[in-house]
């Protein structure tokens, strides 16, 4: 199993940039797609933006689109949301999560059932 763990959130003014981690610790190979969902008060947990284990295929939301910019570091076992221009709408929890089967597009367009491994989420709240 893989064990992912979020950091990064925190309190950010509107206009403002954050750029969140996940670290993923214990058996780390045969995935295929890890990203970045987020869950507001009162809302569905949705997808972010999600890039492939093995190569350079991305998704964003057309919401954050210009905004945020997905990354990992294999060597790490990391990956990165960096979020700027951060708007009070993206005040939600901030979860990463791995597959092994699901293809970019299949995991963040909508969450599918089934999703391997999540993180515990951390919090992003945006606010003057």
């Known amino acids: 199993q893989v064990q992912l763990v979020e950091s990064g959130g925190g309190l950010v003014q509107p206009g403002g940039s954050l750029r969140l981690s996940c670290e993923a610790s214990?058996?780390?190979?045969?995935?295929?797609?890890i990203g970045w969902f987020r869950q507001a008060p009162g809302k569905e947990r949705e997808g972010v933006s999600c890039?492939?284990?093995?190569?350079?295929?991305?998704y964003y939301a057309d919401s954050v689109k210009g905004r945020f910019t997905i990354s990992r570091d294999n060597a790490k076992n990391t990956m990165y949301l960096q979020m700027n221009g951060l708007k009070p709408e993206d005040t939600a929890v901030y979860y990463c999560?791995?597959?092994?089967?699901?293809?970019?597009?299949?995991?963040?367009?909508?969450?599918?059932?089934?999703?391997?491994?999540w993180g515990q989420g951390t919090l992003v709240t945006v606010s003057s």
């Open positions: 999560a791995a597959d092994s089967l699901f293809t970019v597009q299949a995991m963040c367009g909508k969450i599918p059932p089934g999703v391997d491994a």
């Open positions: 214990g058996f780390t190979l045969d995935y295929s797609t």
């Open positions: 890039i492939s284990s093995r190569d350079d295929a991305t």
